[in-house]
């Protein structure tokens, strides 16, 4: 029996309704978890007052583990989620926080001088730097926090520290034969990373937005096209994730041809928002790193694998938070080109986020890393999953809750 039109459009525009609900209930409920448990927990278990400065993690009861140094990493993630938490009024209490850290992060990781000689890999717990390497990840989530906490409270200080620091990646971490980043400074292996080159694109994507005509977005042009050349194999379609000094491939067979399906998902996301900002046509390359991700990147039960290789092997079978949060930014990216089946994917992904690694072993707290057959690899809920969390979390809420994105 043929179905009538007029009865087949109302089927599926009931079927899209229900997906859009599910995808809203979805991301209003981790909304609702970010900040009635885990943003009010990490405001106060996760910092130290006596330091002004976020704990490195809480232990499998909630409480800080006194006995770690604290990365900068760390401190500047801390920084983004509470500052950028505070300017949507999801935990106005998170301004304070974020100003305080960032004042400490200044003080205490900086020499003297302030950030033109750069940010020590990490302080002790009595506050002095436990180690003075300068590492290009964590540089890139200081300038990505600088940003954030500029957009709350517009202290030129933040632009003039974040072009301080730009300097010194300019000077100290950046390769000037091959191009591209050194892992840290003083340079003691050469081989690179495609990593920290995410994070400086999302870290320039975010003070272009913050402050515009600066020539940051040219510095984020500058990273995609690096990618393009050098991280993005379009066939078979994966982004390499290690390298020799001069791009080529790496002789440790455990590091060659290794791709992540959680970076695939990450590239999405942001060469959808370079596309937005600069102009550019990055469909095929976006449309290509999900297209792999999806295909081969999950479980049987729809968990995320660590690894694979080129030859779309698993070599790593265990399963992060970060990479469900970076597939959730994915979905959202997709959604907004037309992709008929991103919003299921994205109340999906948050269901295995809520499912399988949040508000455990404590509440406000995750799992963030199980073998696959289930059983935790650490006791520990470490502080750097909030910053996937919570961005996963935005990109959610602004696309498939009507009020909160209107």
Same mark, same amino acid.
């Given at each position: /029996?043929?179905?009538?039109? @007029?009865?087949?459009?109302?089927?599926?525009?009931?079927?899209?309704?229900?997906?859009?609900?599910?995808?809203?209930?979805?991301?209003?409920?981790? &909304?609702?978890?970010?900040?009635?448990?885990?943003?009010?927990?990490?405001?106060?278990? +996760?910092?130290? &007052?006596?330091?002004?400065?976020?704990? *490195?993690?809480?232990?499998?009861?909630?409480?800080?583990?006194? #006995?770690?140094?604290?990365?900068?990493?760390?401190?500047?993630?801390?920084?983004?989620?509470?500052?950028?938490?505070?300017?949507?009024?999801?935990?106005?209490?998170?301004?304070?926080?974020?100003?305080?850290?960032?004042?400490?992060?200044?003080?205490?990781? @900086?020499?003297?001088?302030?950030?033109?000689?750069?940010?020590?890999?990490?302080?002790?717990?009595?506050?002095?730097?436990?180690?003075?390497?300068?590492?290009?990840?964590?540089?890139?989530?200081?300038?990505?926090?600088?940003?954030?906490?500029?957009?709350?409270?517009?202290?030129?200080?933040?632009?003039?520290?974040?072009? *301080?620091?730009?300097?010194?990646?300019?000077?100290?971490?950046?390769?000037?034969?091959?191009?591209?980043?050194?892992?840290?400074?003083?340079?003691?292996?050469?081989?690179? &990373?495609?990593?920290?080159? /995410?994070?400086?694109?999302?870290?320039?994507?975010?003070?272009?937005?913050?402050?515009?005509?600066?020539?940051?977005?040219?510095?984020?042009?500058?990273?995609?096209?690096?990618?393009?050349?050098?991280?993005?194999?379009?066939?078979?379609?994966?982004?390499?994730?290690?390298?020799?000094? #001069?791009?080529?491939?790496?002789?440790?067979?455990?590091? @060659?041809?290794?791709?992540?399906?959680?970076?695939?998902?990450?590239?999405?996301?942001?060469?959808?928002?370079?596309?937005?900002?600069?102009?550019? #046509?990055?469909?095929?390359?976006?449309?290509?790193?999900? &297209?792999?991700?999806?295909?081969?990147?999950?479980?049987?039960?729809?968990?995320?694998?660590?690894?694979?290789?080129?030859?779309?092997?698993?070599?790593?079978?265990?399963?992060?938070?970060?990479?469900?949060?970076?597939?959730?930014?994915?979905?959202?990216?997709?959604?907004?080109?037309?992709?008929?089946?991103?919003?299921?994917?994205?109340?999906?992904?948050?269901?295995?986020?809520?499912?399988?690694?949040?508000?455990?072993?404590?509440?406000? +707290?995750?799992?963030?890393?199980?073998?696959? #057959?289930?059983?935790?690899?650490?006791?520990?809920?470490?502080?750097?999953?909030?910053?996937?969390?919570?961005?996963?979390?935005?990109?959610?809420?602004?696309?498939?809750?009507?009020?909160?994105?209107?």
């Amino acid at each position: /029996m043929t179905v009538p039109a @007029c009865v087949a459009i109302e089927e599926k525009r009931t079927m899209k309704q229900q997906i859009s609900s599910e995808a809203g209930a979805a991301a209003g409920g981790l &909304r609702a978890w970010l900040s009635n448990a885990a943003l009010p927990l990490w405001a106060s278990a +996760g910092f130290d &007052r006596s330091l002004g400065a976020f704990h *490195e993690r809480l232990d499998g009861s909630g409480r800080p583990r006194l #006995d770690l140094a604290r990365r900068a990493m760390v401190q500047a993630r801390q920084i983004y989620v509470f500052s950028h938490a505070a300017r949507l009024g999801w935990f106005e209490e998170g301004a304070d926080l974020a100003e305080s850290a960032a004042e400490a992060l200044v003080g205490r990781y @900086c020499d003297a001088g302030g950030p033109r000689g750069g940010f020590a890999f990490s302080i002790g717990p009595e506050g002095h730097v436990a180690s003075s390497v300068r590492d290009a990840y964590a540089h890139a989530f200081v300038l990505f926090a600088l940003a954030s906490l500029y957009r709350l409270n517009g202290d030129a200080r933040l632009i003039v520290y974040a072009d *301080e620091t730009i300097a010194f990646i300019d000077e100290a971490l950046t390769d000037r034969n091959f191009g591209g980043l050194y892992d840290a400074s003083p340079v003691t292996d050469r081989s690179k &990373r495609q990593n920290p080159h /995410m994070h400086l694109l999302e870290a320039y994507l975010a003070l272009e937005t913050a402050a515009p005509g600066r020539g940051y977005l040219d510095r984020a042009r500058k990273i995609v096209d690096l990618f393009k050349k050098r991280l993005f194999l379009a066939e078979p379609g994966v982004l390499l994730e290690y390298f020799g000094e #001069d791009w080529s491939v790496p002789e440790d067979p455990a590091r @060659c041809g290794i791709f992540e399906p959680g970076h695939h998902y990450e590239w999405v996301w942001l060469l959808a928002e370079f596309e937005a900002l600069a102009g550019d #046509d990055l469909g095929a390359e976006i449309a290509r790193l999900y &297209r792999v991700a999806r295909q081969v990147g999950h479980a049987p039960n729809g968990l995320i694998f660590d690894e694979l290789d080129v030859e779309m092997k698993v070599t790593k079978g265990a399963h992060r938070v970060w990479p469900h949060t970076e597939a959730v930014k994915a979905a959202v990216a997709m959604r907004a080109k037309g992709d008929a089946g991103a919003e299921a994917f994205a109340a999906a992904m948050i269901g295995a986020l809520r499912g399988s690694f949040l508000d455990r072993p404590f509440a406000g +707290g995750w799992i963030d890393h199980f073998r696959a #057959d289930g059983v935790p690899l650490s006791g520990d809920a470490p502080a750097s999953s909030l910053y996937h969390v919570f961005l996963a979390a935005t990109e959610a809420s602004f696309a498939f809750e009507p009020k909160i994105g209107a």
